[in-house]
């Protein structure tokens, strides 16, 4: 089996090229380059990858468009919006990997927070300044402990986040897309229920994937929702919020901060006017990173995908 492994993300590289070429039934081939995509695609049973950027997407699709031999797609990522974008052949069969990363993204949703209810940006400023003067950083620092936690996606990141939130006491509310059966004491509501969820609450962690259901969600009427003095994080993506009710809540003082690891476009133009709003932590889409287990969990799915596509198309080797 002719297996094309591109490393569009680094994510799980190593653990991915080592169980790859253990496998005696796939003839691996490691692409670095859209050139080198383009020449090996047509030749592959399967292709491992990264959720594409529409850049990504179109070349693959296009590649597809004539003969070609592909059998399964598979990415390395929880996110798949990618994969419409692709316009597959319905004959290919499509996998992701869902949860894989996902305490490190949790993780990273918390660092965000942390950072913007205790005022650290503010504080890096003044160091950079060598200025001490505390009593603006101590009227605007607030902590978590009684907070209401709304947590968009009941997934893997949201059932982390949940478990790790819960020792500093705070009220959990879900929404998701189906019904939920959160952990007691936590609430769950669905999508269509949102602007009942956020009603008064203190903090929105988005961790949800993209659909047709999700994009634009997180409108500024459903801001609104939240209390005055409320954050807001995203590290699911960026359409799930509508950017210009964000920088209205932002400009106004409704939000008294937001973490984005996700925008809407990406990357995020120099000239974009998100790099400007007040109260703004931008991360460029790298809650993912760093976690070891995260690259043995990828790989492993991978080998799962692998394994079970060689029985169905009866490989030998």
């Known amino acids: 089996m002719k297996v094309i492994y591109w490393p569009n993300i680094p994510l799980g590289r190593d653990e991915l090229i080592a169980m790859l070429q253990s496998l005696e039934a796939v003839e691996l081939e490691v692409v670095k380059s859209r050139e080198e995509v383009a020449a090996a695609l047509p030749k592959a049973d399967g292709l491992i990858a990264a959720n594409p950027s529409p850049e990504e997407a179109a070349l693959i ?53 942390f950072a913007l209810m205790r005022c650290l940006p503010g504080a890096w400023e003044q160091q950079r300044a060598h200025r001490w003067a505390k009593g603006e950083l101590s009227r605007r620092a607030t902590s978590l402990e009684g907070k209401s936690v709304v947590l968009l996606g009941h997934g893997a990141i949201g059932q982390y986040l949940a478990k ?102 990406e990357p995020l133009p120099e000239d974009d006017e998100l790099w400007a709003a007040p109260n703004l932590i931008i991360t460029p889409h790298y809650a993912g990173a760093g976690s070891r287990q995260a690259g043995a969990r990828v790989a492993q799915a991978a080998k799962d995908v692998i394994l079970s596509e060689i029985q169905r198309l009866g490989v030998k080797g």
């Open 164 to 265: 790790v939130l819960a020792a500093f006491g705070v009220d959990i509310r879900f929404v998701s897309r189906s019904p939920a059966k959160p952990a007691a004491p936590a609430k769950a509501f669905q999508l269509p229920q949102i602007r009942e969820a956020l009603q008064g609450a203190d903090v929105l962690v988005c961790a949800i994937s993209l659909s047709d259901l999700t994009s634009g969600i997180v409108s500024e009427e459903a801001i609104r929702q939240m209390n005055p003095g409320s954050f807001l994080i995203n590290v699911g993506r960026g359409p799930l919020v509508e950017r210009r009710g964000l920088l209205r809540c932002l400009q106004d003082g409704h939000l008294q901060g937001a973490g984005l690891d996700v925008t809407d476009p």
């Open 61 to 113: 699709g296009s590649v597809l468009q004539s003969d070609n031999v592909l059998k399964w797609l598979h990415l390395v990522s929880a996110g798949d919006d990618g994969l419409a974008l692709c316009q597959l052949p319905p004959h290919i069969r499509t996998t992701n990997t869902p949860g894989a990363t996902a305490n490190a993204v949790g993780d990273h949703a918390i660092a965000l927070l």
